[in-house]
């Protein structure tokens, strides 16, 4: 059961509206299942004689009683709004529990608590099987506003109790750091035009792309004009620096033709200009010039940093937890961007589905998870990713979507703990779709029997605890390929199964030999470590400077654009 506060000024439009047809004809039967006074208040839908303008005057009275004391000045967002509506698949409610719902919501957000013979006016109108609206005019019998702080809170923790005695669908209790979900109005106005998402929607993912990608504040809202957004900023009136910013969607206009803005803020809680710049580099780090790096670097770097994250949820440091959390989600963006093949919109999904998961009540230090959102930002401006380094770094990723499941289950964030698993199976999915023909050619390419029993000896000696299950996973074929190519590459495979086993515990992985296989991918070529390392001894580096403008990320320049085609 969902409910959805708001305010405005106009008492009568909104009556209109909801004794009315609806924007397509969806309204039928409109009428007052509950009231302040069910025998004071004129019902439009049943009462042939009543009017909107007289229940408009009924709902107004201690309004316009107030306007006057005020010498003509009536009170600002009089006007309270809340539609509640149960879940899909949800039983059909009764008009009779529908006004007990709407009695025990309006007592619960301080509109008309209960036995309170001087609180506010207010109406439930039901127009449909599975919602109702309550309307209300904030001003009491004796001249005072409502306390309605924190009404919205109220409501969803009032509802929450409603699902479980009426054996509803028991939705996720939120805590406050949700972004806000598209209105009634904007997700009609997409459906005109044609969209799949709104403009809020879209706004909030070029920008969450934008933000993963770029260094510096100037190059985001470089960036996000180069991609048609519209951008306008706020300064502040004595130092002249940003102090806000707003918006608008290419060709997303009001009914003056005027481009509709949406803050940062009010697209999501950490997209306000203050929080931007907690997470993006300090401005002596980003004016040191970027580097051209070797094509397998930002890919490991990143898996690194990945695997580093896992370690940071369960050490008991929440708020570095939640700082690697916020990191990863920026991370995902840049991961499916930079990434080729048909599971790139899986990777796109999961970068959407774990916004949500990306914050939550504790506050996130954002400096403890420098090194993961160091790595992500290379990654947005890197190339392919060589061999299987892409599908080791994907393998990782599933893993800490899994350890970010887990750590808000523990912490009690429903929504999040939701996201996060939404986020995995979309990993999950986008994983098996790579991963499935890279092992089975690594299969098809195993090394002769001799040096597969070479390297079975070295995985008894390395990991004698575990060889048992290594040897009898389907994917230790593959894992023999790797480690030949391992070999070549100039590792010892017994030294290296040694260090990349005690990375992190094996006991849980139903595949352990998949699980060696990506860490082992993700290990640099000691040869060609050596040949860096002499190379920039001589002075021969290869390694040259390159521009530090606000080059286009990957992330920018590749994110669909479903408001122009790009679905």
Sequence with gaps: MVPDVSTGSDTRGLIVYLFGPGRRDEHTNPHIVAAWDMAGAPDPGRDPAATYSQLAKRLDHHVDLRTRELGGKKPPQHVWHCPVRTAPGDRYLTDAEWAEVARRIVHATGIAPEGDEKACRWIAVRHADDH????????????????????GQRAQVECRKIEAEFGLRRLKSGDLTAPRTPTGAERAKAERQGQTVTARQWLREQAYAVAAAVRTEADYFTVLQSLGIKVKTRLGPETGDVIGYSLAAPGDTNAADEPVWYGGSKLAPDLSVNRLRERLPDQEMADRPRYATYPADPWRHTTTAIHAACAVLDCGDDAAAQGHLAAFGDALYNIASATTGPHRAELRAAAVAFNRARRSATRADHQAATALRKAAKELAYASDAPGGLAIALLFATVHLARAAAKWHEQHGHEQQAAAAEEALGHLQAGYQQAATPV???????????????????????????????????????????????????????????????????????????????WRITAQPNRRTQAARSRSTISGTSSISAAPNGPATPVAARSWPDPRRGGR
């Design 132 to 151: 109702i609206h309550l309307m209300a005019t904030t001003v009491r019998a004796d001249g005072r506003r409502p306390r309605t702080h924190r009404d």
């Design 439 to 517: 092992l089975a050619d690594l299969a098809r390419r195993a090394p002769q029997a001799a040096t597969a029993g070479r390297f079975e000896q070295d995985v008894r000696a390395a990991l004698p605890d575990h060889a048992d299950r290594i040897l009898a996973d389907p994917t230790w074929t593959a894992l023999t390929t790797t480690l030949a190519q391992a070999e070549t590459a100039g590792h010892n495979p017994r030294r290296l199964l040694a260090e990349v086993g005690t990375q992190r515990e094996l006991d849980s992985a139903e595949r352990p030999a998949e699980v060696l296989n």
